[in-house]
């Protein structure tokens, strides 16, 4: 962590050179303590030019996050929301499960603008930059225990589409049991850490990534396909506006799913499946792979195949599913 970082990096926001020399007067430091908060900032993996005799350059402006226009998009129901603006955490879910343990309050978020330790299920990394993904975490509590929240990470897939359709994304997929795909590429993750006993009352941190406009050696780097709004829409989207729209979203599926579960969003899930009716390979968690023809969903959220020895339930856990093209 370096204290100047940030406060750096808001003066390059706008794109525009400036001189190191000008930035050590502005902030009351040296010269070598602005490079030191640049370095940092590369160190966490964000470009900085450097050009003699001009200053730092960031490739591009950074549109930062605004509370305030999260809080405004979200509407009505913003007063429900405490909504908490992060610079640098390692993972918006582990900072938010560490703050649920003390007691933060329901409808809590914590957004980031850069993770440096982003978590994806089972323990893999989840990729963002800083200013080209939304990464965010919002806490609620159940009265219910941990037991009857399966299918919950399926239905904040529901929300995410029903977000992206409000903003006009219409190729967006959902692939069991929680990643939303355009053209068969990942451009979303759900990841959901829970707390509580299991008979109650519980509490769930649910951990949302959206790549927005990643750059292209950044998209490459991961190692599967993936993809961002700017090359699944062409449009330009603000972060803030994004956020507020998936919270208000969420709210809404979460209070339904507080009075139906799974059930009450299962057909609209199903609708939205990219691979219902389609021929799929199951990995199994002892290494084996079973195939067969998606068939539906039951209603806590187990993904039923017909497979060569009949009709199989497959619940998410350690399972990830394939298509067979
Ligand atoms: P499944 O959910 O079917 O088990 P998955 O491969 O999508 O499979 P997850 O744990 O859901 O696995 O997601 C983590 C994976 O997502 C990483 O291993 C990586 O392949 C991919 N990934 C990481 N960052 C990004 C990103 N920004 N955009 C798209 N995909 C990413
Ligand atoms: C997945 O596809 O496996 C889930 C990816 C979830 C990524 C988000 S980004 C915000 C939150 N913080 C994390 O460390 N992970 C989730």
């Known amino acids: 962590m370096n204290t100047l970082t940030f406060p750096v990096l808001r003066q390059l926001a706008d794109g525009q050179f400036h001189s190191g020399e000008t930035l050590a007067t502005q902030f009351g430091v040296t010269r070598a303590t602005i490079w030191n908060a640049v370095k940092h900032a590369e160190s966490l993996g964000v470009e900085v030019f450097s050009v003699r005799g001009r200053g730092y350059k960031l490739p591009k402006p950074i549109a930062w996050l605004d509370q305030d226009m999260v809080l405004k998009t979200i509407g009505a129901e913003r007063e429900w929301f405490h909504v908490e603006v992060l610079d640098e955490v390692a993972s918006t879910n582990t900072y938010l499960m560490q703050a649920a343990a003390k007691g933060a309050p329901h409808v809590s978020c914590a957004v980031a603008h850069i993770q440096t330790g982003g978590r994806g299920r089972r323990g893999r ?173 039951a209603e806590d959220g187990i993904l039923l195949v017909e497979t060569a020895l009949g009709l199989q339930r497959f619940s998410a856990g350690e399972i990830s599913l394939r298509s067979i093209n």
Request: glycine share 10%; net charge negative; proline share 3%.
């Open 125 to 297: 990394t989840w990729v963002s930059h800083l200013g080209a993904s939304l990464t965010f975490s919002l806490l609620w509590r159940f009265d219910c225990g941990a037991a009857a929240l399966s299918g919950l990470s399926l239905a904040i897939g529901v929300a995410l589409m029903r977000a992206l359709n409000e903003l006009e994304i219409k190729t967006a997929k959902l692939k069991w049991p929680n990643d939303v795909l355009v053209d068969g590429k990942k451009l979303a993750g759900i990841l959901i850490d829970l707390q509580g006993d299991l008979d109650g009352p519980s509490a769930a941190v649910i951990g949302v990534g959206i790549n927005i406009d990643l750059p292209k050696q950044v998209l490459e780097g991961i190692d599967q396909p993936a993809i961002d709004l700017q090359h699944a829409s062409h449009l330009e989207l603000n972060q803030s506006v994004l956020l507020g729209t998936v919270l208000k979203h969420l709210a809404e599926v979460l209070r339904n799913f507080e009075q139906h579960g799974f059930m009450g969003v299962r057909d609209e899930w199903l609708s939205h499946h990219a691979y219902h009716n389609q021929s799929v390979r199951m990995l199994m968690p002892d290494g084996r792979n079973v195939e067969g023809v998606v068939t539906g969903i």
